[in-house]
């Protein structure tokens, strides 16, 4: 991956999760998926979520309680196999979101964040 695909990859990723359209967010992810979150354990009980459909689950309830979610990508970075996205939430929140790929899927991701805008 260079990083022209990587911001191809941002720029889709970012406008699937616009949509709020859980099909298109998913369409990213592989099966086998591993996904951690500090917020999955407030949601579905554990913060690493294995598989897509457990990854659907967290989300569905994720965007039930987010209704304005909406990212915007502020800066991408690549390295072999991962994208590193940078965006601000509809909070106004710093977030890097780091996502290895295998066949352009992601199999491996998690969240990093700065802190709440005051």
């Given at each position: 991956m260079d990083i022209d695909d990587a911001l191809r990859f941002a720029a889709s990723w970012a406008a699937n999760w616009n949509s709020h359209d859980l099909d298109r967010v998913l369409a990213d992810y592989a099966e086998d998926v591993v996904f951690r979150s500090p917020f999955a354990a407030?949601?579905?009980?554990?913060?690493?979520?294995?598989?897509?459909?457990a990854l659907r689950e967290y989300w569905t309830a994720g965007?039930?309680?987010?209704?304005?979610?909406?990212?915007?990508?502020?800066?991408?970075?690549?390295?072999?196999?991962?994208?590193?996205?940078?965006?601000?939430?509809?909070?106004?929140?710093?977030?890097?979101?780091?996502l290895r790929?295998?066949?352009?899927?992601?199999?491996?991701?998690?969240?990093?964040?700065?802190?709440?805008?005051?």
């Amino acid at each position: 991956m260079d990083i022209d695909d990587a911001l191809r990859f941002a720029a889709s990723w970012a406008a699937n999760w616009n949509s709020h359209d859980l099909d298109r967010v998913l369409a990213d992810y592989a099966e086998d998926v591993v996904f951690r979150s500090p917020f999955a354990a407030t949601v579905v009980g554990t913060d690493t979520i294995v598989g897509k459909p457990a990854l659907r689950e967290y989300w569905t309830a994720g965007l039930a309680r987010l209704p304005n979610l909406h990212f915007t990508v502020s800066g991408v970075q690549v390295c072999l196999d991962t994208v590193v996205i940078n965006y601000r939430n509809e909070a106004g929140r710093s977030v890097s979101e780091v996502l290895r790929l295998r066949d352009g899927l992601v199999i491996e991701g998690f969240g990093a964040y700065g802190p709440i805008p005051q």
